[in-house]
């Protein structure tokens, strides 16, 4: 799967079941909601500015965050057990998370780091588990963006 423009990175990212390339949108954020990257290969309707846009986006995965938090099973007891700060990111295995979700149009795939940068790409519908190739885009921004000496955290990608 190609996910920058078509054009092919070495060493290519993990497949999934679906072929082509299927990424129609991709979000950076950090831990405070500012989005750091924004990416769009295929958009058929532009009804909102970029910034409403990034603060729904934002807003979705922070209601879905909550929601899985209060379903969380390990909890001793729903009503009585601490509300933890649900702007912190969770250690990988920690708590009830989510991964991705599917409407009729398209695919919302998910991973937060425990840096608190949170990736997403918005995919067909049908494309398979994404989560090895967000590990792949999160080493891409490590690699290029944290690494970089001229880039200011918190600043936008450019």
């Given at each position: 799967m190609q996910f920058f423009g078509g054009s092919d990175i070495s060493p290519s990212p993990p497949t999934t079941t679906a072929s082509g390339n299927n990424a129609h949108m991709m979000y950076v954020f950090n831990r405070n909601g500012v989005c750091l990257l924004y990416r769009e290969w295929i958009r058929p309707l532009h009804t909102l500015n970029a910034q409403q846009d990034h603060e729904l986006i934002f807003g979705l995965l922070f209601s879905l965050k909550s929601l899985t938090a209060r379903m969380d099973p390990t909890r001793l007891s729903f009503y009585f057990a601490e509300k933890g700060n649900l702007g912190m990111p969770q250690l990988p295995g920690q708590g009830c998370s989510f991964h991705s979700f599917r409407t009729n149009t398209y695919k919302h795939s998910f991973m937060e780091r425990p840096c608190g940068i949170k990736i997403i790409l918005v995919t067909?519908?049908?494309?398979?588990?994404?989560?090895?190739?967000?590990?792949?885009?999160?080493?891409?921004?490590?690699?290029?963006?944290?690494?970089?000496?001229?880039y200011t955290p918190g600043a936008p990608i450019r």
């Open positions: 067909h519908p049908w494309t398979g588990d994404l989560r090895e190739s967000l590990k792949y885009i999160h080493n891409l921004y490590v690699e290029y963006v944290v690494k970089n000496p001229l």
